[in-house]
């Protein structure tokens, strides 16, 4: 409600995948959704078993409601292949593959800014030398794309380090696939990166699995698919090249003998690249809290690439997307748990200890 | 972010329609989501041009976006169809006139609780006479149902004033009806009401129009269909029935002769029935901020009719829904604009003053 009381056609709508905000709602969905004692107890028994006869049609309805969620899942697959076509040219243009046409690059509101922009420009190409101005004005494509959307969305920039940066210029698109028609709901991110002297992978993944049914426990707190799973990829990194690890030296004391030597051992460290390897769900081991709140901040960051990020890249890029998200992950992001255990985390390094924070899951049962 | 870091299963899903916290989203979102000069500024032209390209395509797929949310409203429709059967079984319990068997009414989880109310029963119907007990005991169908949801749900509540209670025990279903595939997008809440001393409508009717395509001037900002417009109905009272309009009394000097003398004179008055002749939007008066934010209250309350309660009534009957929305209704309410609205009125009233606030559109153009 915070906003725009000062517009009367209150954005009031359906919103389907499009609403970051619906994460903050589902985070906040309480799972123990229990039948109000005390309602029910002051009504006569009669009327008492009517309303449980309404509470089981209820639990009809919800099925009929996971019904509908697949159908809106076949649809997403239908617009999915009408969308490509336009991801395929953004990724052409980002790439350089493709130099679209003036027409294509007409932008109506910009004109002013434009203008004042190549001022801007002229005025610079004065005071630097004519070669490295040249250069600068015409790289290939639209440099550092993603990285720049990567700096940009706090959500990615928590997970982003220094030695991440380098390797991101190097990614060139982002896709979403989605599950085929038989097949159990999912969605796949695939991150296409250009060759790179980093790891020999063409393109990384990460799989959500989905579930779109109402838990026969508690049927009433159905809203729809829900993420349950994921899983990621080997990354095969390049001899030394590998980011999510990093090499420590460490002394060792001889028991007994008492000679003092330098061991080095490798542990993992912070980086983007550790959400290729998220914690695995497993129906015999209960995870911690900790565990549990860097998956659901896992799924989050995967859902946020689906409904967000890859549908509407340049705003992220541009910037203009930004300010629609800001309450929401604010609401993400509020309570600082991640800082908290980001800052910790990077105290435990320092002394070499290879226990395994927020986007490093080193204690993970991986698979 | 809040609650439940407890749980791994992230709720992360595919919000479709039913997740009320979209409406916080929505007042949220800004409608002047500008270009961010900073970021486009410091590229070379060359650059730049291609971000515009970008941005072009990005509106494409706002257009191909549109279009499937109309699908979505299409499958909506389809669906509509499918929840109806359970809806009617549903308004013939609760009004009494199909008495459900008593395979309809096992509900597996009560068991306990049954036993327990059962027993408070028996020694309840100890202390009361036997007859009275009897007739409590076994009333028509369920007794006050939307009532009690109506007092249950804040956003509700709000509007409920002591004079519409008892006309609300009237209330026998609410039903959401779609616009059909020709027509432009809308729903049509139908309040069905049994006859009453009140009013001689038997249907009370409230139309929300739609709009579901990206605006030419900030195609980015579109998020799906979204509330543009509504409309209320008639209500034919019955003579001194009318509860949106109190009698007050004036006492008034005539000028010259000083003679006092004491007029009525009817005003309007808080009551959830002003929800059927709201604010109207009219492309040639703009509206003032007081009047935007009753508006936009409004459509709220028409999506969440729609989304919330006609689906899923009984479960705010029992209060099974209350804590799924808790935190939704303090982030809709949670400026106090409501109430200090309300406050300002009640003063004005008891002056017998006919200007009109929250949910009492007297200064409205109706049609």
């Known amino acids: 409600m915070e906003g725009d009381k000062n517009e009367a056609k209150g954005k009031v709508g359906d919103q389907v995948m499009q609403n970051p905000q619906a994460l903050a709602a589902l985070q906040e969905r309480l799972d123990s959704v229990t039948h109000s004692p005390s309602v029910m107890d002051s009504l006569p028994a009669s009327v008492r078993r009517r309303v449980n006869a309404l509470k089981n049609l209820q ?60 001022e801007l420009q002229k005025k610079a190409s004065i005071e630097e030398p004519k070669e490295e101005a040249a250069a600068e004005e015409n790289p290939k494509g639209i440099p550092e794309f993603w990285l720049t959307i990567f700096r940009s969305v706090d959500m990615l920039s928590d997970m982003l380090q220094e030695h991440d940066e380098p390797i991101l210029k190097h990614l060139q698109d982002i896709k979403v696939l ?6 159990p709901m999912s969605f796949k991110l695939e991150f296409h990166f250009e060759p790179n002297n980093y790891f020999k992978n063409t393109v990384l993944t990460k799989v959500y699995k989905m579930k779109s049914e109402p838990d026969s426990e508690d049927p009433f707190s159905f809203e729809g698919p829900e993420i349950i799973d994921c899983e990621g990829c080997e990354i095969d990194w390049h001899k030394g090249k590998d980011v999510t690890v990093k090499t420590i030296k460490k002394k060792q004391k001889h028991k007994g003998r008492g000679v003092v030597r330098t061991v080095t051992k490798q542990v993992p460290t912070d980086s983007f690249f550790n959400f290729f390897t998220p914690i695995k769900v497993s129906p015999d081991s209960e995870l911690d809290e900790d565990s549990e709140f860097t998956l659901a901040t896992d799924f989050e960051i995967g859902h946020f690439f689906r409904e967000r990020i890859v549908p509407r890249a340049v705003l992220y890029f541009t910037g203009e997307a930004l300010e629609d998200d800001e309450s929401f992950e604010e609401e993400e992001l509020d309570e600082g748990e991640e800082e908290d255990q980001d800052d910790e985390m990077d105290e435990e390094e320092e002394e070499g200890d290879s226990k395994s924070g927020e986007a490093q899951p080193a204690e993970c049962k991986q698979q």
Not at 102 to 111: L, T
Not at 178 to 183: L, N
Request: hydrophobic fraction near 30%; glycine fraction near 4%; charged fraction near 40%.
């Open 59 to 118: 639990v009809k309805s919800a099925h009929i409601e996971a019904k509908f969620y697949e159908e809106v899942h076949e649809l997403e697959r239908k617009y999915a292949a009408l969308y490509q076509p336009l991801f395929d040219k953004r990724k052409d243009i980002v790439t350089g593959t493709v130099e679209p046409t003036d027409e294509e690059c007409e932008w109506q509101s910009d004109h002013e800014d434009e203008e004042l922009a190549d």
């Open 178 to 183: 989605f599950s085929g028609p038989g097949e």
